[in-house]
């Protein structure tokens, strides 16, 4: 059944009252996904956000992914993904929703669903799952009106335009950029938004779990009354909460308030001004991080936009996979007194294991990043950023070396604490990051490198007595820095000839799987058959491509039969960037001046097919004699009777034909 809307009645002290909710009680179904396939028009979708022209069988334009002047970014019609030759990012009218505008997957079928007007079919979900959403919902819908309450109080009454926004003015914000992040008012009277709430019939258990209202004898009273108003968004511009900061000096009184935590605003998730500040930092590759509502709003009008705010509070692992989601340089920006270090110094061991790449900077003369900018001006705050960025780790080092002072025993400390901070950069692919920060810290410490190293190592081995997950990587001793680094810190960037016929097989897999082989098989047919005969697919080394076989074999024996489409738009992202990735195989266009120099009919790959999967399942053949050679070689050097040796040496001899007819067939030479 489709979503529908629904009537949700709710107790309210004895009375029911209406409260229209869009009450999404089920996940899309496949039926669903399959409509929306059919109907997406990549042109359609990309070109909404890039300007295209024709060049070919594709279309070119400006990257909306990077900023660059000559167009590299190339969409194709016909395979239905797209290319940037600049930065390498590639995918379908799906992902490009996902990367640009940071959809999940189901957000953008939505998205698309919405846009070609088709009907949601949805399967149904369990009941718990069912109150939770309609109690979500109903938080959104009151949030919203709350926002507009809030920002009609502060525009359009003469309290609000006297006190409130006459503040914000004096403080240097523009009107237009108070209505970009819907800034508002709550007025000073007890009940100002209660009333108007309750007039709209909302919910008062609901309204008290917004934390927009507290409940006393006298009835419902406004919780921020007096205050100014931050709403606060989630990625896709829906209200989650807010934060209010009060305008008249009060000591008893908290500065802010932010909203208490339910079932859409959990405080460790949200990054204050991530909605305005997502396809900035995209675009820029870099998060910079503020303390408060105000650095972010006042750097936005500056004209810098890639800004969002933690709230005041530690960073969490939730709040650094977000900024991870959209770049991996994150930029911190606080202030420079002792509080700010400290603030900034927080969080910085889980920002190493989320694999970002940190820097600091520390505003002078006891500024925070809103006054700066305000006193400096946007160029020479954005100078200021890129002349004053301090590595992180040096940073901290140098802060506790100074607390240190000549004090033996807390300078030990120090050296087990960056030990400790290095020993988070614990993945392969960050090898010589390691290295180089390990060479770095020795030097300042004026310690031994070997010693070090060891004492690194140490921290990895006990991690992983402690967490099972967390993979050891022995760093390099400095004997030992010229021999190579781990296999998969630089080799896994570059396709061996291994895998560029992996690759060749899947692609005639999805692309000719489908075409006569002879009279009675098809491509797929006799693939499949071939690689369960001799196991070829134990050979294969890259697992996301042998996911794709086994989806594949599954689709083929019932009765699907599979192409590139088939995972195309397949909800796992890794699956669909692999298959987009082997289908990016550039072809090539002809030159219009190829048949003037060149006379007769040129073969197409279409035409050429046969030869193509001929050559890749032999090459698999031919990997699997190779490793049987080596396997049986390795059998000869164990002490074995007389008759074993002889077979082993009938083995060799036989593996050694076959591996000649192979190489034959494939047309190259064997040299050893």
């Known amino acids: 059944m489709p979503a529908i809307l629904k009537y949700c009645y709710i107790l309210n002290n004895g009375r029911e ?43 070119l334009g400006l990257c909306p992914f990077h900023n660059e002047k000559s167009p590299s970014f190339t969409v194709s019609p016909t395979k239905e993904i797209y290319k940037c030759f600049g930065c390498g990012k590639s995918g379908n009218s799906i992902s490009f929703l996902m990367d640009l505008e940071k959809y999940s997957y189901v957000e953008a079928l939505r998205w698309l669903a919405n846009k070609y007007n088709i009907e949601v079919e949805e399967t149904a979900v369990s009941p ?14 009151i949030n919203k009106f ?12 003469e309290e609000g335009q006297d006190i409130a926004l006459s503040y914000l003015k004096e403080r240097g914000f523009r009107e237009d950029i108070i209505q970009k992040f819907q800034i508002g008012y709550d007025p000073e009277a007890r009940d100002s938004f209660a009333k108007a709430a309750i007039a709209e019939q909302y919910n008062s258990e609901l309204l008290v779990k917004t934390g927009l209202v507290v409940q006393r004898d006298a009835g419902l009273q406004d919780n921020y009354r007096g205050r100014i108003i931050f709403p606060i968004h989630n990625p ?6 807010f934060g209010a900061r009060i305008i008249k000096k009060n000591d008893k009184a908290p500065k802010y308030i932010n909203t208490p935590e339910n079932e859409i605003y959990i405080k460790s998730k949200i990054l204050y001004g991530s909605y305005f500040a997502r396809m900035a930092i995209d675009k820029a590759d870099e998060c910079l991080l503020v303390e408060g509502y105000t650095d972010v709003v006042s750097l936005h009008q500056a004209g810098v936009e890639n800004v969002v705010a933690s709230g005041g509070t530690s960073l969490t692992t939730e709040q650094l996979r977000l900024i991870k989601k959209y770049c991996n340089n994150l930029t911190i920006i606080y202030d420079g007194d002792g509080a700010g270090i400290k603030a900034a110094l927080r969080g910085l061991d889980l920002a190493l294991e989320e694999r970002l790449d940190v820097k600091l900077v520390l505003i002078p003369d006891g500024e925070d990043p809103d006054s700066y900018v305000n006193k400096v001006g946007s160029d020479a705050f954005k100078n200021f950023v890129q002349a004053n960025k301090k590595d992180f780790i040096l940073f901290q080092l140098d802060i506790a070396l100074k607390d240190a002072g000549a004090d033996s025993a807390k300078k030990s400390a120090v050296v087990n604490q960056v030990a400790e901070t290095i020993s988070r950069i614990n993945r392969a692919e960050d090898f010589t990051k390691r290295q180089d920060y390990i060479k770095q810290v020795s030097q300042i410490l004026k310690i031994d490198e070997a010693g070090f190293i060891a004492l690194v190592n140490k921290i990895l081995r006990d991690k992983i007595n402690k967490e099972e997950n967390k993979q050891y990587n022995p760093v390099a001793a400095p004997e030992e820095n010229n021999a190579a680094g781990p296999a998969d810190t630089v080799s896994d960037m570059l396709l061996n000839r291994d895998e560029l016929n992996e690759r060749a097989m899947i692609r005639s897999l999805l692309e000719f799987g489908n075409q006569p082989w002879n009279e009675t098989e098809t491509v797929a047919d006799h693939l499949l058959k071939e690689i369960e005969e001799n196991e070829l697919d134990k050979m294969m080394e890259n697992p996301a491509l042998v996911t794709i076989l086994e989806h594949y074999k599954t689709w083929f024996r019932e009765g ?20 987009i990735s082997i289908m990016q195989t550039n072809d090539g266009d002809l030159s219009p001046n190829w048949k003037e120099k060149y006379e007769g009919h040129i073969a197409t790959r279409e035409e050429l097919f046969k030869e193509e999967v001929f050559s890749a399942l032999n090459y698999l053949k031919l990997r699997k004699i190779k490793k049987m050679i080596i396997e049986n070689q ?3 050097l164990n002490p074995l009777p007389a008759e074993d040796i002889l077979l082993l040496l009938q083995t060799h001899q036989h593996l050694k034909k076959m591996e000649i007819e192979l190489t034959r067939q494939l047309g190259t030479v064997i040299y050893k």
């Open 634 to 636: 390795q059998e000869m």
């Open 17 to 59: 009252f209406l409260i229209l909710t869009l009450i999404f009680t089920k996940l899309i179904s496949q039926e669903t996904i399959q409509k929306i396939q059919s109907q997406i028009d990549i042109l359609d979708i990309v070109g909404s956000y890039v300007k295209l022209r024709k060049r070919g069988a594709n279309y």
């Open 236 to 241: 896709s511009g829906k209200v989650l909460g």
């Open 560 to 579: 699907i039969k599979p192409t590139d489409k088939n995972f195309l738009y397949h909800e796992n992202r890794q699956l669909t960037d692999t298959v």
């Open 128 to 141: 718990e799952f069912k109150i939770q959403q309609q109690t979500s919902d109903s938080l959104f819908i």
């Open 146 to 157: 709350a926002q507009e309450f809030f920002s009609n109080a502060l525009f359009n009454t």
